[in-house]
């Protein structure tokens, strides 16, 4: 299997367990700015962001933490 088809396998396990259990993810890829790694005004190596990666991804992420509710039993 190709790396490329064993991280969208491993991806879609992973959301359907998420999903399964109600556990809230944000996914990165859905940043259009960062899709495929090929933007690297954004990206230091094709996976990892630089220093205007993570400003650009840290507020989005920051917003999303703040609809996450807070579990409790």
């Known amino acids: 299997m190709r790396i490329k088809g064993l991280f969208?396998?491993?991806?879609?396990l992973l959301k359907n367990i998420l999903n399964k259990?109600?556990?809230p993810y944000f996914e990165l890829?859905?940043?259009s700015e960062l899709q495929n790694g090929a933007n690297?005004?954004?990206i230091s190596d094709t996976v990892h962001p630089n220093k205007a990666?993570?400003?650009l991804i840290?507020?989005?992420i920051y917003?999303?933490?703040?609809t996450?509710?807070?579990?409790?039993?």
Request: charged share 30%.
């Open 40 to 42: 690297l005004t954004y």
């Open 21 to 23: 259990w109600k556990i």
């Open 63 to 66: 917003d999303w933490m703040q």
């Open 29 to 31: 890829n859905s940043i």
């Open 68 to 73: 996450i509710e807070v579990y409790s039993r």
């Open 53 to 55: 990666g993570y400003n």
């Open 58 to 60: 840290t507020p989005k």
């Open 8 to 12: 969208k396998s491993r991806r879609r």
